[in-house]
């Protein structure tokens, strides 16, 4: 095969015209070895290139170097190139005959004198003894390459330099650490995990409605090893923005951006949690045993009642879409709100803990008739007392349980009341609203119960008997147990360790 130097003006070839092997060689550019490591990669790129720039061929690109181009051995002095990691050899770049006037300056000098400066080392070490320089180094070169005053100087002077240099890369390490750092702290703070809320009590209070962080980790290391695992979303994350969406009733579409996450892995992760936390600290919605509500009794209930008071008892609706069932439709529709619907009966605690949470119940059904077939009846005990609003006619039913139920008088008819039944309402009333107060923290601090829940929310879940809004509200009532009550304690009272 016949092979062209490319060099320009030199058109070398392996063969003369009369097919007889000329004596030279020919080597072909040096390739970018770009995995072998980055000392490696940045020699050998810098010295593709440069053995570009020397050949000045406008059709030579270094993205575009074919094999067939070849540099004969008249342009390097030794007659072939040097080592690729040797920079100061002169050889590392073809420099001779290269048929342009710009050429670099060779390095023959500095390389011979490198070369015997690591033979003085190695013969003063005892590791080889010396040689004379091999003979491929002895060249005579241009007047161009003749090393000056100045040369000497900059490799006197290169050690300090270096050192310089090292200070300067030291320092510009450090400045780029600390502003990592920063940054990283920065983010820390935007992302929502543990960061966002540790140390920020008024952070927690508004985005969870709990009181602190402590009560908020107590909460998930309940749950956590019941939740399901997720690639994109930690266990915190799924118990905060499960709270998110409680407290403030932001859209899911909304969550979602915030969280990074598709709408339906967040929605699939809120049900999710709200399972794991009705079935883990729905007992937390509990009623006390007699003796711990009369150790607790506060005095106005004592001053009225004694210390026989087991529970008030109230009503609250939350909206729901419209049934297109005509049935469902019938029975979702509250008179009272003029909407569709879902009634709850809650019962407090004197103390103003929730102590008691029903079912859903149609918008149409009697606050009677609930209390009926919720299941409270049977818990209370002979003798207790029960606080109930005017639409509460439970009398009969209370008293088949050999309890008393205690509303506001009417006025049957008369004008108005004797003075004994205005005493007595009033007293009542007053104690009786504790509930109400009860009712309206539980609706502001989780603002999802506002909202018009979907009918999907209104169907039973599956194998369970309850709808995923009673388990919603039942949540939503254990996390304002968790709360400072609302109703005002007295200064001291005694205490019961149940």
Same mark, same amino acid.
């Not at 005053?149 to 050690?159: A, S």
């Not at 008179?335 to 407090?348: E, F, P, S």
């Not at 009542?428 to 929310?457: C, D, Y």
């Given at each position: 095969?016949?092979? @062209?130097?490319?060099?320009?003006?030199?058109?070398?070839?392996?063969?003369?015209? &009369?097919?007889?092997?000329?004596?030279?060689? #020919?080597?072909?550019?040096?390739?970018?070895?770009?995995?072998?490591?980055?000392?490696?990669?940045?020699?050998?790129?810098?010295?593709?290139?440069?053995?570009?720039?020397? !050949?000045?061929?406008?059709?030579?690109?270094?993205?575009?170097?074919?094999?067939?181009? !070849?540099?004969?051995?008249?342009?390097?002095?030794?007659?072939?190139?040097?080592?690729?990691?040797?920079?100061? /050899?002169?050889?590392?770049?073809? @420099?001779?005959?290269?048929?342009?006037?710009?050429?670099?300056?060779?390095?023959?000098?500095?390389?011979?004198?490198?070369?015997?400066?690591?033979?003085?080392?190695?013969?003063?070490?005892?590791?080889?003894?010396?040689?004379?320089?091999?003979?491929?180094?002895?060249?005579?070169?241009?007047?161009?390459?003749?090393?000056?005053?100045?040369?000497?100087?900059?490799?006197?002077?290169?050690?300090?330099?270096? %050192?310089?240099?090292?200070?300067?890369?030291?320092?510009?390490? /450090?400045?780029?650490?600390?502003?990592?750092?920063?940054?990283?702290?920065?983010?820390?703070?935007?992302?929502?995990?543990?960061?966002?809320?540790?140390?920020?009590?008024?952070?927690?209070?508004?985005?969870?409605?709990?009181?602190?962080?402590?009560?908020?980790?107590? !909460?998930?290391?309940?749950?956590?090893?019941?939740?399901?695992?997720?690639?994109?979303?930690? &266990?915190?994350?799924?118990?905060?923005?499960?709270?998110?969406?409680?407290?403030?009733?932001?859209?899911?579409?909304?969550?979602?951006?915030?969280?990074?996450?598709?709408?339906?892995?967040?929605?699939?992760?809120?049900?999710?949690?709200?399972?794991?936390?009705?079935?883990?600290?729905?007992?937390?919605?509990?009623?006390?045993?007699?003796? %711990?509500?009369?150790?607790?009794?506060?005095?106005?209930?004592?001053?009225?009642?004694? /210390?026989?008071?087991?529970?008030?008892?109230?009503?609250?609706?939350?909206?729901?879409?419209?049934?297109?069932?005509?049935?469902?439709?019938?029975?979702?529709?509250?008179?009272?709100?003029?909407?569709?619907?879902?009634?709850?009966?809650?019962?407090?605690?004197?103390?103003?803990?929730?102590?008691?949470?029903?079912?859903?119940?149609?918008?149409?059904?009697?606050?009677? &008739?609930?209390?009926?077939? %919720?299941?409270?009846?049977?818990?209370?005990?002979?003798?207790?007392?029960?606080?109930?609003?005017?639409?509460?006619?439970?009398?009969?039913?209370?008293?088949?349980?050999?309890?008393?139920?205690?509303?506001?008088?009417?006025?049957?008819?008369?004008?108005?009341?004797?003075?004994?039944?205005?005493?007595?309402?009033?007293?009542?009333?007053?104690?009786?609203?504790?509930?109400?107060?009860?009712?309206?923290?539980?609706?502001?601090?989780?603002?999802?119960?506002?909202?018009?829940?979907?009918?999907?929310?209104?169907?039973?879940?599956?194998?369970?008997? !309850?709808? #995923?809004?009673?388990?919603?509200?039942?949540?939503?009532?254990?996390?304002? /147990?968790?709360?400072?009550?609302?109703?005002?304690?007295?200064?001291? &009272?005694?205490?019961?360790?149940?």
């Amino acid at each position: 095969m016949v092979r @062209t130097c490319c060099v320009i003006g030199c058109n070398v070839r392996s063969y003369d015209r &009369h097919g007889n092997k000329l004596g030279l060689s #020919f080597y072909a550019f040096p390739t970018w070895k770009q995995f072998q490591g980055a000392r490696v990669s940045d020699v050998s790129k810098r010295r593709c290139r440069a053995w570009i720039a020397a !050949v000045r061929r406008a059709d030579i690109k270094f993205c575009s170097i074919s094999r067939y181009h !070849v540099v004969c051995s008249r342009h390097f002095h030794s007659g072939k190139p040097a080592y690729e990691m040797d920079q100061t /050899n002169p050889d590392w770049v073809p @420099t001779l005959h290269m048929g342009h006037s710009e050429i670099r300056t060779s390095h023959a000098d500095r390389h011979r004198r490198r070369t015997q400066r690591e033979q003085k080392k190695a013969l003063v070490g005892g590791k080889q003894q010396p040689h004379p320089p091999p003979q491929s180094l002895i060249l005579k070169v241009d007047l161009t390459e003749v090393t000056t005053e100045e040369d000497r100087q900059t490799e006197e002077q290169r050690p300090t330099n270096d %050192c310089v240099r090292c200070v300067q890369s030291r320092a510009e390490i /450090n400045r780029l650490l600390e502003e990592n750092r920063k940054l990283k702290s920065q983010l820390d703070k935007t992302e929502l995990n543990e960061n966002f809320l540790q140390g920020d009590t008024e952070k927690v209070k508004y985005y969870t409605g709990l009181t602190c962080f402590a009560i908020f980790m107590s !909460v998930l290391d309940n749950v956590k090893a019941f939740l399901p695992a997720s690639k994109k979303l930690s &266990h915190f994350q799924m118990l905060l923005l499960t709270l998110m969406r409680l407290r403030l009733d932001l859209p899911v579409q909304h969550l979602s951006y915030l969280f990074n996450v598709s709408h339906k892995t967040l929605s699939s992760v809120f049900a999710d949690t709200i399972d794991v936390l009705y079935a883990r600290l729905g007992i937390l919605v509990h009623w006390p045993e007699r003796h %711990c509500l009369q150790a607790t009794m506060p005095p106005q209930f004592m001053e009225t009642f004694g /210390n026989r008071v087991a529970i008030i008892v109230d009503c609250f609706e939350i909206r729901t879409e419209r049934p297109s069932n005509l049935k469902a439709h019938a029975q979702t529709y509250s008179h009272y709100k003029g909407t569709h619907t879902m009634k709850y009966l809650i019962g407090i605690t004197p103390q103003g803990a929730i102590s008691f949470i029903s079912k859903g119940w149609g918008g149409c059904a009697s606050d009677k &008739h609930i209390t009926e077939q %919720c299941g409270i009846l049977n818990k209370l005990l002979p003798g207790d007392v029960v606080l109930a609003d005017r639409g509460f006619d439970i009398r009969d039913a209370v008293g088949m349980m050999c309890a008393e139920v205690k509303i506001p008088a009417f006025t049957r008819g008369f004008c108005q009341l004797d003075a004994k039944d205005i005493e007595n309402t009033r007293a009542i009333a007053h104690l009786r609203i504790h509930v109400e107060q009860v009712i309206g923290s539980l609706r502001n601090k989780f603002k999802m119960l506002h909202t018009t829940m979907p009918i999907r929310s209104l169907l039973p879940c599956e194998g369970e008997d !309850v709808t #995923f809004l009673d388990k919603i509200v039942r949540v939503c009532c254990v996390l304002v /147990n968790m709360c400072p009550s609302v109703v005002v304690k007295p200064d001291t &009272h005694e205490t019961c360790s149940c």
